[in-house]
């Protein structure tokens, strides 16, 4: 008789603490669940400007645009309460819910042009701003080798690239090895006219890992991000990006990006190219 008390008891308590395991994990499942629906929901508004070269006070183009006019751009964006976010950033909101700042701007340099680190990267550190810089790896190579101090047209060495990327002020990204040109029927990384798919993978996949190869090598962090040369596109590009660990890509369409959970929100990120012509008080005015 005490044994059967027993083991009823035994069996009440069994119940008991398996109510209570599932409740308990109902409640926690329910906890994650809202903190990923809360990400979900909530689709952050990204804009990104895109910036090329810089110079002193020399006349401006479509790709040069004055160190003061920058300045201009860099205030604007504090004092309108915008945040600098960063590659890393977008990713932990993608993978983890880490929530993005409500007014969210990405500021991108491409090509790698001495004139970012002599005029931009200054203004950067002065107004406690991120931006992200692609260089072409080859020009890179090309000036570590045979130095220039010509602002008009030399790139960044990987010695000045590294400095900026371990301040923090800087991420450095992939903008191809060598293929930023319009040469044999190709434009930038896209497939060229005579180029059988396979060949175009092998080509690009060749490029690709020789600036992936060279950034990682300077700066001791592996791309994430890769910025297409003139925007030019081709079907096989995402597929090898996303099979090296690329998460994001940056197109040049203009417009505002919606970010989501969904990986594929970072591919082909919208960005307003500054030109004399519209300031960042003018691209983002309707914010």
């Known amino acids: 008789m005490l044994r059967k008390i027993k083991l009823k008891i035994f069996r009440s308590c069994f119940v008991i603490v398996a109510i209570a395991s599932v409740l308990l994990f109902c409640v926690g499942g329910n906890i994650t669940k809202s903190t990923h629906v ?65 007014k969210s701007v990405m500021l991108t340099f491409d090509d790698g042009y001495l004139n970012n680190y002599a005029f931009a990267y200054p203004l950067l550190q002065k107004y406690n701003a991120k931006a992200v810089v692609s260089p072409i790896a080859y020009y890179s190579d090309y000036h570590t080798q045979y130095p220039d101090a010509n602002t008009a047209y030399a790139h960044m060495t990987w010695e000045q690239l590294s400095e900026m990327s371990d301040s923090g002020t800087v991420d450095v ?18 497939k060229a006219t005579e180029e059988s798919e396979a060949e175009y993978r092998q080509n690009f996949f060749e490029d690709l ?6 950034i990682k090598k300077a700066t001791g962090k592996a791309p994430i991000a890769y910025a297409y040369p003139f925007g030019s596109v081709s079907k096989e590009a995402k597929a090898i990006l996303k099979c090296c660990g690329y998460r994001i890509t940056f197109s040049c369409a203009e ?33």
Do not use: W
């Open 38 to 102: 809360s990400g979900e929901e909530s689709e952050p508004k990204l804009a990104i400007l895109m910036y090329h070269g810089f110079n002193a006070a020399g006349k401006e183009s479509t790709y040069v645009l004055n160190a003061s006019s920058f300045e201009k751009d860099l205030i604007f964006l504090k004092e309108s309460g915008f945040e600098f976010v960063t590659t890393k950033e977008l990713i932990n909101f993608c993978d983890y819910g880490v929530p993005l700042p409500q």
């Open 209 to 214: 890992q020789r600036a992936h190869c060279a």
């Open 255 to 287: 417009g505002y990006n919606i970010i989501t959970r969904s990986k594929d929100s970072l591919y082909m990120l919208k960005r307003f190219n500054r030109t004399p012509e519209k300031s960042a008080s003018q691209l983002l005015s309707d914010y």
């Open 173 to 190: 990204q992939n903008h191809s090895y060598n293929m930023h040109s319009l040469q044999n029927g190709r434009k930038g990384s896209s």
